[in-house]
């Protein structure tokens, strides 16, 4: 079965780069979350997507933006990095339709310098 | 706001039985609960709506105590492969408004032979 696919796997930045961080959600799923996971930490969430309308807005840094874009897929863009930025971030993909688990991609290790 | 998990880390062997908890000072539309093995993705095992419900599929279940906003993780015969972290994560509505799909800090479970 199509799971979410992350990309890229591993990212080095510079302290004050941009990154830009992809997700492409399963199939027909209508739902797309971002999630931020430091090191020891609990997964913290970012934003989310509906119908590629931003639906939520949680703990996001104004630095950081996201879309949906009309074949599903979501960007995560992240710029004038910060150390704290390090962080493992995953992406996830529902079907709002009744009991709906988030299904995670394999997520993105983003390590700042 | 988010859920509190306890206990914070368990150690069993091989063949016993473990219970995590899960509780909320608010409440809840559903519970969801994810396994997550180190650098990897977690891994949906569960969901339970309110109504107060148990579910399970084979050593696995989880029941949802919707007076108190408590959800308990039963893991019996624990196999080495139980071992991880065990995220319980909470919605106060459907698509988990401002707040997403909110984790605990969760419960890391170590299973020795």
């Known amino acids: 079965a199509a799971g979410v696919i992350q990309s890229p796997r591993h990212l080095i930045k510079e302290k004050r780069e941009t990154a830009t961080l992809k997700c492409y959600p399963i199939p027909r799923h209508d739902t797309v979350y971002w999630y931020q996971q430091g090191p020891g930490q609990d997964p913290q969430f970012l934003i989310s997507f509906y119908e590629k309308m931003q639906s939520d807005k949680g703990s996001i840094p104004d630095r950081f933006s996201a879309q949906q874009f009309s074949d599903y897929h979501s960007e995560l863009n992240m710029s004038s990095l910060e150390l704290g930025d390090s962080a493992l971030y995953f992406c996830?993909?529902?079907?709002?339709?009744?009991?709906?688990?988030?299904?995670f991609g394999n997520g993105t290790r983003l390590t700042v310098t | 706001q988010q859920p509190v998990q306890s206990p914070q880390a368990v150690i069993l062997r091989e063949g016993e039985d473990a219970v995590i908890n899960c509780s909320s000072s608010?409440?809840?539309?559903?519970v969801h609960w994810y396994r997550q093995k180190h650098g990897e993705a977690p891994v949906f095992l569960m969901i339970?709506?309110?109504?107060?419900e148990q579910k399970g599929h084979e050593k696995i279940s989880a029941s949802f105590n919707e007076k108190k906003q408590q959800s308990s993780l039963y893991l019996t015969a624990s196999q080495l492969s139980y071992s991880g972290t065990y995220f319980c994560g909470t919605e106060i509505r459907p698509g988990g408004g401002a707040d997403g799909l909110t984790f605990g800090k969760g419960t890391h479970l170590i299973i020795q032979p």
């Open positions: 608010k409440a809840l539309y559903s």
């Open positions: 996830a993909s529902s079907d709002t339709g009744g009991d709906s688990p988030l299904h």
């Open positions: 339970l709506l309110k109504g107060g």
